[in-house]
């Protein structure tokens, strides 16, 4: 059973920083991509980026572009969003999501394709204060 559990949301003030953590299991890692979303109130839910399994290359929406890091600890199973300058327009319940190889490559990565990704955390939220 695949299973996906985020973790490490939190309040923050502007300008800080936050860790997420998506602790996975019951599928093989590198055959897979994992990606990052995130829904604030009343909007859609938006990709933020993913990362590819088979060769930890990574895709960013515009908006995080060199504010968040996706990396992965293969040994557990785990990625991690790494949140950096962190703003109120940034709070957002935030999932992790499994999908194939090919949502997250280079030349094709969208952030609005959640369709995409058949398998989803439970979220956890991120509250940035001004």
């Known amino acids: 059973e695949v299973q996906l559990v985020e973790s490490g949301g939190g309040l923050v003030q502007a300008g800080g920083s936050l860790r997420l953590s998506c602790a996975a299991s019951?599928?093989?890692?590198?055959?897979?991509?994992i990606g990052w979303f995130r829904q604030a109130p009343g909007k859609e839910r938006e990709g933020v980026g993913c990362i590819n399994m088979i060769d930890s290359s990574t895709y960013y929406a515009d908006s995080v572009k060199g504010r968040f890091t996706i990396s992965r600890d293969n040994a557990e199973k785990t990625v991690y969003l790494q949140m950096h300058s962190l703003q109120p327009e940034d709070t957002a319940v935030y999932y992790c999501?499994?999908?194939?190889?090919?949502?997250?490559?280079?030349?094709?990565?969208?952030?609005?394709?959640?369709?995409?990704?058949?398998?989803w955390g439970q979220g956890t939220q991120v509250t940035v204060s001004s």
């Open positions: 999501a499994l999908g194939g190889l090919s949502y997250c490559k280079n030349n094709y990565y969208y952030p609005d394709h959640a369709y995409e990704y058949d398998y």
């Open positions: 019951g599928f093989t890692f590198k055959d897979y991509s």
